[in-house]
């Protein structure tokens, strides 16, 4: 196993990539601390999949925008494992609309979540990574942040602004023996897309970009955010990893 006895973090751990994310940890041996929102009773039943695993699993109620949220989620991972290994920023939303019509809420709300969310729990771990000398942070962005994508400046801009912030954070860390990569998904299977009113627009759309053909499933990603928390990947860092099925090329 990659992680074997290693302790991790994930933002937004009760659906999608984020319980794909939680539940390859754990196959990998890590244990885990997921966040989540609204969906408890989802967040409780990836925890009890994680246990049944063979690993210790929490949950915690936390929007990931309020620092002080952030700073008590964090503390509650230590107080149940001892130690943070692994950060996966993951959480996120959109609010879509074009510039000329989105308000200020739709812009702030998006940035608050999806850029400041990732701050603030990076903040609250690095300390720890620097002072033990090791640590491994996952950012999870988008191809949208590279490429931009009508209506949804508020969430590309977000997204672009991960980009350049891991590539910042994994300067600044790595002379403590800490990596820093983000990974870009594009058109993933989640329940974002599936309670979409425009879904089969939006799969039309990506399937005539796509040079794989297939729409993206959370495990796709989860598989390479296991790879980027290992060992395998310690030469690695400050990069952005595209799974997309060639939907961005």
């Not at 990539?17 to 009773?41: D, F, K, M, P, W």
């Not at 209506?151 to 801009?157: E, P």
């Not at 060992?231 to 860092?237: C, F, G, L, P, V």
């Amino acid at each position: 196993m990659l992680l074997e006895g290693k302790n991790a973090i994930v933002t937004g751990g009760s659906q999608g990539i984020g319980t794909a994310a939680s539940l390859e940890l754990a196959q990998e041996g890590a244990n885990v601390c997921l966040t989540y929102r609204r969906h408890e009773n989802e967040a409780r039943a990836v925890v009890n999949q994680i246990e049944k695993i063979g690993r210790k699993a929490v949950c915690v109620a936390c929007d990931i925008a309020v620092f002080n949220e952030a700073e008590a989620a964090v503390q509650t991972a230590v107080e149940a494992f001892g130690r943070i290994d692994i950060l996966v920023n993951n959480a996120g939303m959109n609010w879509d609309g074009v510039c000329w019509k989105m308000s200020e809420e739709q812009w702030d709300r998006v940035i608050a979540v999806n850029l400041k969310g990732y701050f603030n729990f990076t903040r609250q771990v690095a300390p720890r990574f620097k002072e033990q000398k090791y640590g491994k942070i996952i950012n999870v962005t988008s191809i949208n942040g590279m490429r931009g994508k009508f209506g949804q400046t508020n969430y590309s801009a977000s997204k672009a602004g991960i980009i350049g912030y891991t590539k910042a954070v994994a300067k600044e860390l790595g002379a403590f023996g800490v990596n820093v990569n983000a990974v870009a998904p594009g058109l993933i299977e989640t329940a974002m897309l599936k309670d979409s009113e425009a879904r089969d627009k939006i799969i039309d759309l990506a399937m005539g970009e796509m040079a794989l053909k297939r729409i993206g499933q959370p495990e796709d990603l989860a598989s390479v955010i296991a790879f980027l928390a290992s060992d395998k990947a310690r030469h690695i860092t400050g990069d952005v990893i595209k799974v997309d099925g060639g939907q961005y090329i």
